[in-house]
């Protein structure tokens, strides 16, 4: 059982570069989740998807797109990188069952030159 | 929407010593609260959670309490560890069970 993991660890882009980070999770969970983490704000949803073939907008979702083919994975896109993109990203997934911990990845960190 | 305000850090203690890392939300209805905690290099790890009022969540030594009148989920241990440095984080849940952090209380360990 590895839990929720993600592809690649680090990235580094030019800017206008487009990418994909995959998170994929191996506990039949329902809902899944993009974040960003940036120094001192904490973390900030990107979109979110509460099963396979639906996608939902978060927090800060300019400039990425997401697709939830397969109920085990979740990828994010950048289309056209920007610097404003440098961060550590975090994906995360839980159950519909009582007490819905959200499990986290490792994290992606993607600097944007 | 939902917000967290969390105790500003860094916060340094000796070992042994009483922590307390406060907490407090807004959010719509009475979501669920948790602590995650970040250790260097890593991802988020559940601390702990409380699901309703009252409730207490508790896990290695660590406690907090769902306090609704005040709006608040403190997280407390009574004799912290070297190796409890790390960031701490609070979050309550949303309607799709995700989560709005707190801008996260480093806490730092000293022998």
């Known amino acids: 059982n590895a839990g929720v993991t993600q592809t690649p660890k680090f990235r580094v882009l030019k800017t206008g570069q487009s990418m994909t980070l995959l998170c994929a999770q191996d506990m039949n969970h329902e809902y899944m989740y993009w974040y960003r983490q940036d120094p001192g704000m904490g973390l900030r949803l990107i979109h979110y998807?509460?099963?396979?073939?639906?996608?939902a907008k978060g927090e800060v979702p300019d400039g990425y797109n997401v697709s939830r083919l397969k109920k085990q994975n979740f990828l994010l896109g950048l289309e056209s990188a920007a610097p404003s993109q440098t961060s550590v990203y975090f994906c995360?997934?839980?159950?519909?069952?009582?007490?819905?911990?959200?499990?986290f990845g490792p994290g992606t960190r993607l600097t944007v030159l | 929407g939902d917000s967290v305000t969390q105790m500003e850090g860094p916060v340094t203690l000796s070992e042994e010593a009483f922590l307390t890392i406060n907490c407090t939300y807004t959010a719509t209805g009475y979501p669920s609260l948790f602590w995650y905690v970040q250790y260097p290099g890593e991802g988020l790890q559940l601390l702990l959670k409380a699901t309703k009022a009252d409730d207490k969540g508790s896990n290695k030594g660590f406690e907090a309490t769902y306090r609704k009148e005040t709006t608040s989920f403190h997280l407390e241990k009574g004799s912290v560890q070297v190796s409890d440095s790390a960031v701490y984080f609070c979050a309550p849940s949303g309607s799709a069970r995700q989560l709005t952090f707190g801008s996260g209380t480093q806490l730092t360990v000293l022998p």
């Open positions: 998807s509460v099963g396979e073939g639906t996608t």
């Open positions: 995360a997934s839980t159950s519909t069952g009582a007490g819905h911990t959200q499990y």
